[in-house]
């Protein structure tokens, strides 16, 4: 007697937990003038809002991505579901409920770092225009004092310049994209123990580049 009280108990409350689930869904509204559907996710407002899933009311498509103020806006992916079977049929970056394209045309990155070995963290900024790339070596909020720094790039000749208490090496007279190596030796932050730092960076945007690392 006692089981099925328990067993009773427990189906109910999974039938309240059903409801609720499904009215949090109907609360949440995706703006689609075209498609109607169901939508399962983050929401603001009344609206979907953040990351989610839109299904069709066709039962054909579904839609997982990110929305805004009830729209799809940003990264998503386009599922077709015929026969019970789930294929991708498109992927990359939505505006107002149209798909724009993939995230690698609509977002072309300037930079890319292809290497770095026991660095803590860096920063990448395009100072303007030009033909000249710049790094800084920073530790705990000072100019680091680095040994044995090697440098090859595949254009440019190599600089060294002193400015500000701080000791920057480059890069100049580049030719874009511009492919360039660092390793050098560097003790750590508590000063018990050295070791080897690698960089390496592709440039694609022309300009004048500076680059800070930080141990």
Known sequence: MKHLVKKGLVLIFALMLINSYAQEKSNCTVVD????GV??????????????????M??????????????????????????????????????????KGEKSKQQKAAYKVQKRVNIERYSVRRLGDGNKVSFTFMQNGNRNNIE??????DSGTMFSSSYNHSMNEGFENVTFPFKCELTYR???KLKF?????????LLIDSGNWDITLNN
Request: proline share 0%.
């Open 33 to 36: 003038d075209e498609n109607n």
């Open 39 to 56: 939508y399962v996710g983050q929401c603001k407002n009344g609206l979907a809002h953040g990351d989610g899933v839109f299904e069709y």
């Open 58 to 99: 066709n039962g054909k498509y579904i839609f997982q991505g990110h929305f805004k103020k009830g729209i799809k806006q940003g990264e998503g992916k386009l599922y077709s579901f015929i026969n019970g079977e789930k294929k991708l049929i498109k992927e990359g970056v939505w505006k107002d409920n149209k798909y």
């Open 148 to 153: 044995n720094l090697t440098m090859a790039g």
């Open 186 to 188: 560097t003790s750590s």
């Open 193 to 201: 123990q050295t070791f080897v730092v690698r960089f390496e960076i």
